[in-house]
């Protein structure tokens, strides 16, 4: 039977690793041990926890892994902080996936690519970083630059050190925003931190983070000469329905939850001046 993203599917909690102090990944297969259904890098899905509530998530697992799906969650309410309680071996519903995804195959494509990312926006670029590294030869070098509060608010920084960073034509940026001990890598903001490795422009920019790293991030490319339809980034509101229904993440003609999350620059512009 073919998926219908509209309707949920039970899905099994099969391993919770521990990423920083308030973030946990978890690794969801169906209750029939298989991957519950088939996404994009960049796309979402629906968690949920009956008579709890439910809330949208970014995938963070590659597209090519096709044993489970996993999602690094940040306990910040409600629903987050009973999926952190929550042990391997229980159970939540899933439903998805929802959004469009980062464009892997078409405009990324043959080029150089950057990763900015600020906290738990490393999340939604892993898939996409872990899809370009499975597919290595298509795509020409890559940047990560990914920033922190600290080491310890550093999401996934064991794959990060252990494999991103060892693989050829990857090259990898860390900088936490104050000196720590024990911590002598780069000290500073993202912003900053992409303006002084100076990039060259010809390459393609996918970014996540707060909305005041993207903010500025932005300022600094286009200063350094990048064009709009170089960057991509994403958006995040308080979403209810996934699927354009509700309102809650409306933004001027378009909704975040089916027309986004992934947005490049230029579209930006068409969307409301207060956003």
Known sequence: MMHDPLFPVLGVVTDIRTDTPDVKTFRVVG??????????????????????????????????NEDYMEFSIKKCGCVTTWLHAMEPGQQ??????????????????????VFVAG?????????VINYVRHYRSRYGSVDIVYGARSKDDLVDY??????WSKEEGIN???????????????????????KELGFDTSKTV???????????TLAGLLELGFDKTQVYTTFELKMKCALGKCGRCNIGD???????PVFRLDQMDQLPDEY
């Open 31 to 64: 209750v029939d041990g298989k991957k519950p259904f088939i996404h994009i890098p960049g796309q979402c899905a629906m968690l949920s926890i009956p008579g709890v509530g439910e809330a949208l998530f970014s995938i963070t697992s590659s597209p090519t």
């Open 254 to 260: 378009k909704y975040v939850c089916k027309d986004g």
């Open 158 to 163: 064991a794959e990060i050190i252990e494999e």
């Open 92 to 113: 939540i519903t899933i439903r998805g996936p929802y959004g469009n995804g980062f464009p892997v195959d078409t405009d990324f494509a043959g080029k150089d690519l």
């Open 119 to 127: 906290g738990i926006g490393l999340a939604p670029l892993r898939s």
């Open 172 to 194: 990898v940026h860390l900088t936490i925003d104050n000196p720590q001990e024990g911590w002598d890598g780069h000290v500073g903001f993202v912003p900053n931190y992409v």
């Open 206 to 216: 996918v970014m996540c983070g707060p909305p005041i790293m993207i903010k500025f």
